[in-house]
C-alpha cells in the first residue's frame, strides 16, 4: 500500500508552517498562528488524496486486471427447479424444500410438512425415518404414489447429518412397456402353439392307423396343411412387423402411383376366387403419387380389403376409394357394410393379437397381426389411421398418406422411373 | 396454516400429522394388499398383514400419546385444537380401517376360490372404489381441503349401492349353490368390511372438515345398507 504522506503532502505541508511564521513574523497572535497552522496541516491531509482514488492513477503504474470472477453456485432453489422429476429436500424429517414437480404430484401443500404426509407410502416412510447408518440407500419401487397406476423408483441421497435429498423418478412406462414385451412373447408363442399342436395330433393319428383309409387320410392331411400355411402366414406377419418397425426411423422415399396399387391388388384379389372378391367396388379418383413403399403399401391394402371382405356382409358392396385430401395428402378409404365394430374394442383394434372375436377371427384364416401391420405400415409413412364404425352398419378404415413433393413430381413426369422397391 | 412463535408446537404437530399419515398409508396397502391375497389364495401375503396390524395399532397408541402431551404442555386453541382433536379422531378410525384388512386377510384360508365362485370377481372391483375413499380421504387430510373432503363423503353412496348389489348377488349365489355358502358367507363378511372401510373414510372426511373449518359437516343423506330381500 503507498504511504499516506507523499512528497506533494510533505511540501503542502511544508508551505502552511512557513505561513504560519510569516503570519507570526507580521505580528498576529501565538495562538491564531497556532490555529492557522493546525487547520492548514488538517486541511491537507483530509484532501490528500487515497492512493485508491482515479485521481492518483496518472501517476501510479496501472493495476493488473481483476482476475475473472470464479462462477457461482446458483441458489439451490433454481437447482431444483432445473429438474424435471420430482426433487424434495428433506431436512429433519420435515419437506424442507420441493421443486415445482414435486408439488404437482404430491400437492401444494407438502412444504413444511411431515416427510410421511407428503410421500404417503408405507415403504417410503420406513426408508426415510430409518435413522440406521448401516441402512441400505438403494432405490425402492413406489406403486400408487399420485394415481393408483404410477410407479416412481425413490432415491433418497444423505446430505449432512439431517438433510436429505428425495429424488423420485417415474417408472411407469418402463414398466407397461415391459409387461407389453411379457404379453407379447406370451401371446406369440399360443398363437404358433396352437396350429403345431393340432398338426402333431393329426400326425400321431395317422401314424397309429388312420392313415390306411384313403379319405381320413386326406382329410388329415388337408387339415395339417391348412394349419401349417396358418403358421406360415403368421411367421411372415410377425417378420414383416418386425421389418417395418426396423424401418420405421427412415421414411419411404420412393413414390408410388396408388391407384396402380391398388388396380393390382384389386386384380390379385379377384384372381383368388374368393366370391367376396366380386364386391370390391374400386372408385379411385385422380390422386398424384405418394410418397412410400409399394411393397408395403400392398401389403397395407391387402390387409385393410381383406378385412372388409372377411367381415363386411355377403354380397354387400366394399367400397374403395381414393382422392387427394388438400394439397399434401392423399386419402385412401375402404368402407364395409358389416356388424361394424364395437367403440370398446376400436381403440384396442391395432394392437398384436388383439381380436374382438378370436374364434371367428381364427376361423377366417386371420393372425390377429393385420391391424397392427397396417398401423406400423401407415406409422411409418408419416400417415394417419383412421377407423370409423358403426355397429350393425359397418366400418370405414381411412388412411391418409403424404403426397410426394410436387417438384420432384414434375421432374419424374419427364424421366418417367420404373418405381420398385 | 400459520407459524407458532413456540417453534416446538409446530414440530409436535407436523409429527402428528405425519403419525397418521403414515397409519393411512399402511392401513390403505393392507387393504390393497389383502384383496390381492384373497384372490391368489395367498396365505403368506395374508398371515403378513394380519402381522403388519400391529404396526397401525403400535402408531396410534403413538397418537394418542403425542396428542395428550400436546394438549397437556401447549394448551392448544381455536384451529390447533380442533387440529389435535381431531388427529386423535382420526387415528381411532384409521385404526379401524386396519383392522377390516386384517379381517379379510384372516378369512383368506377360508376361501379357496379355484375359479368356481364367480362372485369373487366382483370383490376387488369394490375394494377399489374403497380404498380410493380411503386415499382420497388421506389425500384431503394432507391438504386440509375441505372440498375433496366432501368429495369423498359422495363416493360413499356408491360403495353402499355395489354392497347391495354384491349382498343380492351372493345370496342369490347360496341358493344355487349350497355346497360353497360357508365360502359365500364369508366373502359377504368380506364386502361388509368393505362397506365399513367406505363408512369410515367418511368419518374420516368428517373431521378432516371439521379441522379445517371449525363446523360440522351437514347430516349426510345415508345410502339403504340393508337390503331388504325376499320380494
Known amino acids: ?421 | 396454516m400459520m407459524e407458532h412463535t413456540v417453534k416446538a408446537f409446530d414440530d409436535d404437530i407436523g409429527e402428528l400429522r405425519g403419525l397418521i399419515a403414515h397409519m393411512g398409508g399402511l392401513a390403505e396397502s393392507a387393504i390393497e394388499a389383502s384383496m390381492v391375497a384373497l384372490r391368489r389364495h395367498d396365505l403368506e401375503a395374508a398371515q403378513r398383514i394380519i402381522d403388519g396390524d400391529k404396526e397401525i395399532d403400535a402408531l396410534e397408541t403413538e397418537v394418542e400419546k403425542l396428542a395428550i402431551r400436546l394438549i397437556a404442555l401447549r394448551a392448544p386453541m381455536a384451529d390447533d385444537l380442533r387440529e389435535v382433536v381431531a388427529a386423535l379422531k382420526i387415528a381411532g378410525v384409521v385404526e379401524r380401517i386396519g383392522d377390516y384388512a386384517k379381517n379379510i386377510a384372516r378369512r383368506v384360508p377360508a376361501i379357496d376360490d379355484r375359479g368356481h365362485i364367480e362372485p369373487l370377481s366382483l370383490l376387488p372391483a369394490m375394494a377399489s372404489m374403497a380404498t380410493d375413499m380411503v386415499h382420497d380421504v388421506l389425500d384431503a387430510f394432507a391438504a386440509r381441503d375441505p372440498e375433496k373432503a366432501v368429495h369423498v363423503c359422495e363416493q360413499d353412496r356408491a360403495v353402499d349401492d355395489f354392497y347391495n348389489s354384491i349382498f343380492r348377488t351372493l345370496v342369490t349365489f347360496m341358493m344355487e349353490n349350497p355346497k360353497s355358502i360357508s365360502q359365500a358367507a364369508h366373502m359377504l363378511f368380506i364386502a361388509k368390511n368393505l362397506e365399513r372401510v367406505g363408512d369410515h373414510a367418511t368419518n374420516v372426511a368428517e373431521m378432516v372438515y371439521y379441522a379445517a373449518t371449525g363446523e360440522y359437516m351437514g347430516e349426510r343423506e345415508t345410502g339403504d345398507t340393508v337390503p331388504i330381500m325376499g320380494n
Not at chain 1, 431436512?91 to 421443486?99: E, L, S
Not at chain 1, 433418497?156 to 407389453?180: C, D, F, P, S, W
Not at chain 1, 368402407?335 to 377371427?361: C, K, N, Q
Open chain 1, 1 to 421: 500500500m503507498e504511504h499516506l504522506f507523499t512528497w506533494r503532502v510533505i511540501i503542502a505541508l511544508g508551505l502552511s508552517a512557513i505561513c504560519a511564521l510569516i503570519g507570526l513574523a507580521l505580528g498576529a497572535s501565538t495562538a491564531s498562528a497556532l490555529i492557522a497552522l493546525i487547520g492548514a496541516g488538517a486541511a491537507v491531509l483530509v484532501a490528500a488524496p487515497s492512493p485508491d482514488l482515479p485521481g492518483m492513477e496518472s501517476v501510479r503504474a496501472p493495476l493488473p486486471p481483476p482476475p475473472p470472477q470464479e462462477p457461482t453456485d446458483p441458489p439451490a432453489s433454481e437447482i431444483l427447479e432445473a429438474v424435471a422429476e420430482p426433487v424434495l429436500i428433506v431436512a429433519h424429517n420435515r419437506v424442507f424444500r420441493a421443486n415445482s414437480s414435486a408439488c404437482a404430484l404430491l400437492g401444494r401443500h407438502i412444504v413444511g410438512e411431515d416427510v410421511r404426509l407428503a410421500i404417503r407410502h408405507p415403504a417410503a416412510a420406513e426408508h426415510l425415518l430409518n435413522t440406521d447408518p448401516g441402512r441400505s440407500m438403494d432405490p425402492i419401487h413406489l406403486v400408487g404414489l399420485g394415481t393408483r397406476e404410477q410407479r416412481w423408483e425413490m432415491r433418497v441421497h444423505q446430505a449432512g447429518a439431517k438433510i436429505r435429498i428425495v429424488h423420485l423418478i417415474e417408472r411407469t412406462g418402463n414398466y407397461a412397456a415391459e409387461r407389453m414385451r411379457v404379453d407379447f412373447v406370451a401371446n406369440a408363442s399360443h398363437e404358433l402353439r396352437t396350429p403345431l399342436a393340432s398338426i402333431l395330433g393329426f400326425i400321431e393319428t395317422l401314424r397309429d392307423g388312420a392313415g390306411e383309409e384313403a379319405d381320413t387320410r386326406e382329410r388329415f392331411l388337408k387339415v395339417m396343411f391348412d394349419e401349417a400355411v396358418r403358421m406360415q402366414r403368421l411367421i411372415d406377419d410377425l417378420m414383416s412387423l418386425s421389418r417395418i418397425e426396423a424401418e420405421k426411423y427412415r421414411a419411404p422415399d420412393a413414390e408410388v402411383d396408388l391407384n396402380a396399387v391398388i388396380e393390382e391388388v384389386c386384380a390379385e384379389l379377384r384372381g383368388s376366387h374368393d366370391p367376396r372378391a366380386n364386391d370390391l367396388d374400386c372408385r379411385s379418383g385422380k390422386c398424384p403419387k405418394i410418397r412410400g413403399d409399394r411393397a408395403q403399401l400392398s401389403q397395407l391394402l391387402h390387409n385393410i380389403i381383406g378385412n372388409a371382405m372377411k367381415y363386411g356382409r355377403p354380397d354387400t358392396p366394399i367400397r374403395i376409394t381414393l382422392r387427394a385430401d388438400g394439397d399434401t395428402m392423399a386419402r385412401l378409404s375402404v368402407a364395409d357394410e358389416g356388424e361394424g365394430v364395437d367403440p370398446d374394442h376400436l381403440v384396442r383394434l391395432t394392437e398384436r393379437f388383439y381380436r374382438v372375436d378370436s374364434g371367428r377371427s381364427r376361423a377366417m384364416g386371420g393372425t390377429g397381426l393385420g391391424l397392427a401391420i397396417v398401423k406400423h405400415i401407415v406409422e411409418r409413412h408419416r400417415g394417419r389411421l383412421d377407423i370409423a364404425s358403426t355397429p350393425g352398419k359397418g366400418t370405414t378404415v381411412t388412411v391418409l398418406l403424404p403426397l410426394a413433393m410436387s417438384s420432384q413430381r414434375n421432374a419424374d413426369e419427364t424421366h418417367s422411373p420404373e418405381i420398385t422397391s
